[in-house]
């Protein structure tokens, strides 16, 4: 790839964000450190943790409401079970591929938010009441991430 001036790869970034991408990680390889466009890149390097977090927050909201649809959605339950469980193991699987320490750490305090969203989705869902379910969330963050089930429902 031909070198650019700093002022190229800035305008690069802002008409084709994949080869500006691309010529930043060959400056970046290349330690040719005075030619990045600093700016962008850590807008970029902020958005792909942002991008993390959201993903994995919204794999815990999906993690909450299958569980809570397998817990209480009785009049669904024996046609749905098998879905509902094989999207948990997805859900799963997927955080457990994305997730790591900080992403942890930044998680845990906002399972309760989480939990409040998943359950006004549920409760949308099913038209089941809200009293219906723990108006907390009944879940711990192990119990969401790993292979869980409440013990009524294991196989």
Known sequence: MKALTHQALQDLYATDN???LEATIALLRQREFDGLDLNN???EL???GKRDLNKVRSLLRQIMVHLLLLAHWRQEYATNYRHWRSELIA???DVNNTLTTSLTNKLVPEIERIYQ???RQVVQKTGLLETT???TCPYSFD???TDWYPDDLAD
């Open 143 to 145: 119990q969401l991430v």
């Open 133 to 135: 379910f723990s108006l």
């Open 117 to 119: 969203i998943a359950l």
């Open 91 to 93: 859900f799963r699987d």
């Open 18 to 20: 994949y080869l500006w």
């Open 41 to 43: 890149l850590i807008e």
């Open 46 to 48: 902020e958005d792909l």
